[in-house]
């Protein structure tokens, strides 16, 4: 842990998707440093085994959430109110997609990511400023994205799902300003993360090579951006997003193409 353990000590802090992988490992560091945690994703055994093994850690609590339901995102809202009273950053990291040729993508895959990545991450980010961001009159929203800085051939909706959200982030980060609200957002390269796990494992065996730093990036180097832009050091920084990604936005190609 590279951050003191107080700093962010009486903060209470939201990770959606925040058990397993970057999530996980965003909420451990949360703790680390003394904030109170909750977590959401909609698998409850998934919550239940991270509450066990963050618990050592910290205040954590636990409750499912499918971002994708309005309802669910002012249900989260109201448990975080009876159980803290505050909320003071949201994590956005629940998301997930699936490989595809663009021209095989069907209207309902399509739909899915869309919905899940950039619906869901609005409903969320919405629902947790209007119940504390607004009247508390400060909040700071840090949302994970992708690497898309040249597009991302393969995963076409994804990546247009989280231009989506590094968009509507520069227009809060403006229209919310004196509201007391900053939010960016973390562009994660390739990661060694469970999300990984969800892909054909000879996708990712010989990756390393396309990336300028000739390694995947760790779910710490992810988390310890998003602790760095929640915290006062980046008081002045909002409507950014901010690539980890080891340069593989510059260099290299994943996908082979014709
Ligand atoms: N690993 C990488 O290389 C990489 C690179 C770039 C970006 N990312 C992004 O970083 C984030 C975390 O990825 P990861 O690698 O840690 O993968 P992961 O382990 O699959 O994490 C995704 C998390 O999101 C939750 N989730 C998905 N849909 C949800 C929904 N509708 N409502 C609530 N929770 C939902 C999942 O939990 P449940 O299944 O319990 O809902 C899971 O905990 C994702 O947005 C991913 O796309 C990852």
Redesign the pocket.
């Known amino acids: 842990m590279i951050f003191q353990s107080h700093l962010f000590e009486g903060k209470s802090v939201l990770v959606?998707?925040?058990?397993?992988?970057?999530?996980?490992a965003i909420a451990r560091q949360f703790l680390q440093c003394g904030a109170t945690v909750f977590i959401?994703?909609?698998?409850a055994e998934?919550?239940e085994e991270a509450r066990q093994s963050l618990e050592r850690y910290g205040p954590v609590y636990t409750r499912t959430?499918?971002?994708?339901e309005p309802e669910q995102a002012a249900a989260m809202a109201d448990f975080i109110a009876e159980k803290s009273g505050v909320l003071d950053i949201l994590i956005n990291?629940?998301?997930?997609?699936f490989p595809s040729p663009a021209e095989d993508i069907s209207p309902k895959g399509w739909q899915a990511v869309i919905n899940?990545?950039l619906n869901?991450t609005w409903y969320m980010t919405q629902a947790m400023a209007k119940k504390f961001f607004f009247p508390q009159q400060q909040g700071v929203v840090v949302t994970?994205?992708?690497?898309n800085y040249r597009g991302f051939p393969g995963m076409a909706h994804?990546a247009a799902a989280r231009a989506g959200i590094s968009n509507f982030t520069q227009t809060l980060a403006v229209e919310w300003a004196s509201r007391g609200v900053r939010l960016n957002c973390i562009?994660?390269?390739?990661?060694?993360?469970?999300?990984?796990?969800?892909y054909p494992p000879e996708m990712y065996a010989d990756v390393a090579r396309t990336i300028p730093m000739k390694r995947?990036?760790t779910?710490d180097e992810?988390a310890s951006l998003a602790l760095f832009l929640a915290s006062p050091m980046a008081a002045y920084i909002t409507g950014d997003t901010i690539y980890v990604d080891g340069g593989a936005r510059l260099w290299g190609d994943i996908w082979q193409i014709e």
Not at 93 to 97: D, I, L
């Open positions: 959606t998707g925040g058990g397993s992988g970057i999530g996980f959401g994703s909609r698998k998934r919550l959430l499918d971002i994708r990291n629940a998301g997930g997609q899940n990545n869901g994970i994205t992708v690497n994804t562009a994660p390269g390739i990661i060694k993360s469970s999300g990984l796990e969800n995947l990036g779910v992810v």
